[in-house]
């Protein structure tokens, strides 16, 4: 192991980044951000290692980073049990194609970047409107609306706190009480710090295309 990192420094630095890319699917630069510098900046040094010791793929772009597995060993798992972000039903991946598409709108509209050191804040609302909107747009008033996006976001909203696409922002107690329902996302939070996708997707390539039906 010591040949791979051999011109890293400093060395206590290194068992925490490998620490840090096991222990959860994403590794956001937000959660360390001298970490994520020091992983980015001796990216090749761990990607060989990856590489050369168990198969994996070192992704770093933007402020995420991760491991790519080609293949699984354990046999015994099924798909369901692997700790992953795999979308599979039409709903999720139609609401998850919106998530991003609404965050790149935020981008546009507040001339903000993902290398933003603040990342962006938004509630529930605006994005029920947005989404809304985009469904009435492409598919219709029987087809789209508020209450068809709302179904939609509850379906893929725990996946994405889950593996943090989306971080859960509380608001003050005094004010939670007062907020509309319609601005909380099933009566549990009303403000959300989007982060940027993986893999390099854009929801500017699927603007023009027809979202399916869920």
Same mark, same amino acid.
């Given at each position: 192991?010591? #040949?791979?990192? *051999?011109?890293?420094?400093?060395? $206590? @630095?290194?068992?925490? %980044?490998?620490?840090?890319?096991? =222990? &959860?699917? /994403?590794?956001?630069?937000? #959660?360390?951000? *001298?970490?994520?510098?020091?992983? $980015? @900046?001796?990216?090749? %040094?761990?990607?060989?290692?990856? =590489? &050369?010791? /168990? ?160």
């Amino acid at each position: 192991m010591t #040949d791979y990192f *051999e011109k890293v420094s400093p060395k $206590r @630095r290194i068992g925490d %980044a490998l620490n840090v890319l096991a =222990e &959860a699917p /994403f590794f956001f630069q937000r #959660d360390d951000p *001298e970490l994520f510098a020091f992983l $980015r @900046r001796h990216r090749a %040094a761990f990607a060989r290692f990856y =590489e &050369a010791h /168990f198969g994996w793929q070192l992704v770093v772009e933007g402020p995420m980073a991760r491991l790519y597995k080609s293949r699984w060993v354990n046999k015994a798992l099924t798909p369901s049990q692997h700790d992953v972000f795999d979308l599979t039903r039409k709903g999720e991946c139609l609401g998850f194609l919106l998530v991003l598409e609404f965050y790149e709108h935020l981008l546009d509209e507040r001339n903000a970047s993902i290398d933003d050191a603040e990342p962006l804040r938004f509630e529930m609302g605006e994005l029920l409107a947005f989404v809304g909107g985009r469904l009435t747009e492409e598919l219709g008033d029987d087809e789209g609306g508020e209450d068809v996006a709302r179904r939609i976001l509850r379906a893929i909203f725990p996946t994405l706190l889950r593996f943090r696409f989306l971080i859960d922002i509380p608001p003050p107690p005094e004010t939670r009480a007062s907020l509309h329902p319609d601005r909380r996302c099933t009566n549990t939070t009303c403000g959300y710090s989007p982060m940027p996708p993986s893999g390099g997707r854009s929801a500017r390539r699927t603007r023009r295309k027809r979202p399916a039906k869920a």
